[in-house]
Nanobody
Framework: VQLQASGGGLVQAGDSLRLSCAASGRTFSRYGWFRQAPGKEREFVAYIRWSDGYTDHSESVKGRFTISKDNAKNTVFLQMNSLKPEDTAVYYC??????????????????WGQGTQVTVSS
């Protein structure tokens, strides 16, 4: 079972990036994106429920980032528009196999991808 995150890079403020998280070995019921900037704790960015596509986004990215999924490819995406320097971080995809409970915290997930660096210059 593996989560493979990709799509990070170096961009300028106002640019867009799309991150991908491909799951192999199984389909998970819940997926999340988190990010961690240097010296800071890992923070929630977005969440999607596989069964019905329900989504949630943190207030700091709402209206700029969109989480989505492709059932056929067993892949979750994070479309990031209007990027800001404060979005600079390592972005991680996460997944879990159980349905109940919170989805805002890293401990709510039991599988993690390797992280992809996003750097936004001003």
């Amino acid at each position: 079972v593996q989560l493979q995150a990709s799509g990070g890079g170096l961009v300028q403020a106002g640019d867009s990036l799309r991150l991908s998280c491909a799951a192999s070995g199984r389909t998970f019921s819940r997926y999340g994106w988190f990010r961690q900037a240097p010296g800071k704790e890992r923070e929630f960015v977005a969440y999607i429920r596989w069964s019905d596509g329900y989504t949630d986004h943190s207030e700091s990215v709402k209206g700029r980032f969109t989480i989505s999924k492709d059932n056929a490819k067993n892949t979750v995406f994070l479309q990031m528009n209007s990027l800001k320097p404060e979005d600079t971080a390592v972005y991680y995809c996460a997944a879990r196999t159980y349905s109940r409970g919170s989805y805002y915290y890293p401990e709510d997930y039991n599988y993690w991808g390797q992280g992809t660096q996003v750097t936004v210059s001003s």
